[in-house]
Structure formats: C-alpha cells, structure tokens
C-alpha cells in the first residue's frame, strides 16, 4: 500500500489555474500507474488523468486540453496542472495507484485519501 497525500486545491475563476500535487510515500512508486480522480456535487467518482510508469497518459474528454498530468519518480510525486478551468470542474480531486487487471480492468489499489477541494465560481 502506498500512502497518498494530496494538496494544492482551492478557490480559483473560470479560466484560471491551479496546480494539484500528490505526495506518495511507500516503495515501488516508479512501477505503478496514478491516476487523478475526482468526484462533484451529486456525480459518480471519474477518472481525470492517468499516467503510466513509462510515461504514457490518459485523459477524460472533458479535460482534455486543458490539464496536464505529470510525475517525478525521483520525489515521488504526481502533479496535476489545470489550466482554463471551468465551473464543471469543481469537484474533490483524488489521486491513486492504478492497476489493469486484464479480467477486470482499471481499478485502484489503495483507499481513498482526503484529497483536495477545487471550486471554480465567479
């Protein structure tokens, strides 16, 4: 299990940025795939990006263009830059290790943290 810290969250307008930040602690970070999640008001928990030990990325539709996942193996951590946010993308943001199972697909390896609040309003 690896423990998971996010922060970086907060209360930004529509079309401004923030930076998200998670900080894993445990060993063998640089073989796991992460994953940024997030959950809004009265939605289902959706995965926001996903980046790969190698390097490769995943990102939802919806957020496309716009975030930008990345890792520092060598610190252990996991970054999310969010630029041109929207207020749909107000939510609390999680992130996790990811693990592909070919049975049953993508799921989490940990429990879920805190994670970090985003508001975007006017």
């Known amino acids: 299990q690896v423990q998971l810290v996010e922060s970086g969250g907060g209360l930004v307008q529509p079309g401004g940025s923030l930076r998200l930040s998670c900080a894993a602690s445990?060993?063998?970070?640089?073989?796991?795939?992460m994953g940024w999640y997030r959950q809004a008001p009265g939605k289902q928990r959706e995965l926001v990006a996903r980046?790969?030990?190698?390097?490769?990325?995943y990102y939802a539709d919806s957020v496309k263009g716009r975030f930008t996942i990345s890792r520092d193996n060598a610190k252990n951590t996991v970054s999310l830059q969010m630029n041109s946010l929207k207020p749909e993308d107000t939510a609390v943001y999680y992130c996790?290790?990811?693990?592909?199972?070919?049975?049953?697909?993508?799921?989490?390896?940990?429990?879920w943290g805190q994670g970090t609040q985003v508001t975007v309003s006017s």
């Open positions: 996790n290790a990811d693990r592909f199972n070919p049975a049953t697909g993508w799921g989490t390896e940990n429990p």
């Open positions: 980046i790969t030990p190698g390097g490769n990325t």
């Open positions: 445990g060993t063998f970070f640089s073989a796991r795939a």
